[in-house]
């Protein structure tokens, strides 16, 4: 083993030096803390301002059901209309409550990441549960309102848009940082790719919901 020596007199043995310029490549952006951080904080603000407003017009329609509600467009766009769904209350109580404390979580983890704040592993895996079946009941709603209820309602799609790219990048994160264990060729390339993967999802959403009404987009609907 040989040694250096620095302009202040220290001793650096070349292993070190060796080390050092070999050190692992960069994370990829979205994965860090702050800018991480500033996703979960935008992305769950949205969600949870659509997420009052669903339940402000809700309360609404409980006091007068024949209450026009804001996003109440056409028979295709309502949101009254899919409010009076069962799938609309599959817990016994407005979908919508679910939606505020959720989204109030993933505001708050966001801010503390922006904070400095470090959670242990096991809070980043309870993330990960949480995000993932959020993500799930989602769309399983989506699947509801296209091919069951056949009705949309933009407050309720607001929250779809959100939670595709929180899901996408929690899960890129975890990979990243160790929580999710997959090969690394595999994880680099998750990470590397979760804009391009949220583009896809959008785009296959876009792509159902054409096709879901494409007789409304044709003009055959009778509307």
């Known amino acids: 083993m040989t040694s250096t ?54 309360l609404e329609v409980l006091k007068n059901p024949a209450y026009q509600t804001a996003c109440d467009i056409n028979p295709w766009i309502s949101c009254g209309q899919v409010m009076q769904t069962w799938q609309s209350s599959v817990f ?49 709603l989506w699947s509801q309102a296209l091919y069951s209820i056949h009705i949309l309602c933009p407050l309720c799609m607001t929250v779809w848009a959100v939670m595709i790219p929180m899901v996408v990048w929690v899960t890129a994160r975890n990979i990243t940082h160790g929580i999710i264990k997959v090969p690394a060729g595999a994880g680099r390339i998750i990470s590397d790719s979760g804009w391009i993967i ?16 494409i007789q409304v987009f044709i003009g055959t609907s009778g509307f």
Request: proline share 3%; net charge neutral; hydrophobic share 55%.
């Open 92 to 140: 016994g109580f407005p979908n919508m409550f679910i939606g505020i404390v959720a989204f109030a979580v993933i505001v708050t983890v966001g801010m503390a990441l922006l904070s400095g704040a470090r959670f242990a592993r096991w809070y980043w895996a309870g993330l990960q549960t949480g995000v993932t079946l959020g993500f799930a009941f989602v769309v399983w």
């Open 5 to 58: 020596t620095d302009s202040a007199g220290n001793v650096k043995l070349a292993d070190d030096v060796t080390t050092h310029n070999t050190a692992q490549p960069e994370q990829p952006r979205m994965t860090r803390d702050r800018p991480f951080g500033w996703l979960l904080v935008i992305s769950g603000l949205i969600g949870w301002l659509a997420s009052g407003a669903l339940v402000l017009e809700k």
């Open 198 to 213: 949220t583009a896809l999802l959008y785009t296959a959403v876009m792509a159902s919901i054409f096709f879901a009404f």
